[in-house]
């Protein structure tokens, strides 16, 4: 198709007769985006409280283990009998 083709189709669907919505098409539009909203919602929560559970853990792990401190030297034996 060429451009005034392709011109000539945009005006012939602009200016023709709008076509009816069919009446229950929007009850269900807004139940199923309801739907899709709610389940959002859940995800994001589930997501949140993961990431809490994952921070507690992680920091109930730290204060067990202190990887922060330096393990002892065991290279050397302790001297004893001198």
Do not use: H
């Amino acid at each position: 198709m060429n451009q005034p083709r392709r011109e000539a189709a945009v005006r012939r669907i602009l200016e023709g007769p709008t076509s009816a919505v069919p009446p229950d098409l929007y009850a269900d539009v807004v139940r199923r985006g309801g739907r899709m909203l709610r389940r959002r919602r859940a995800a994001r929560r589930v997501m949140w409280l993961l990431l809490c559970a994952a921070v507690v853990a992680f920091i109930v792990w730290a204060l067990m283990v202190e990887p922060w401190v330096e393990p002892p030297s065991e290279t050397t034996p302790p001297l004893t009998g001198w």
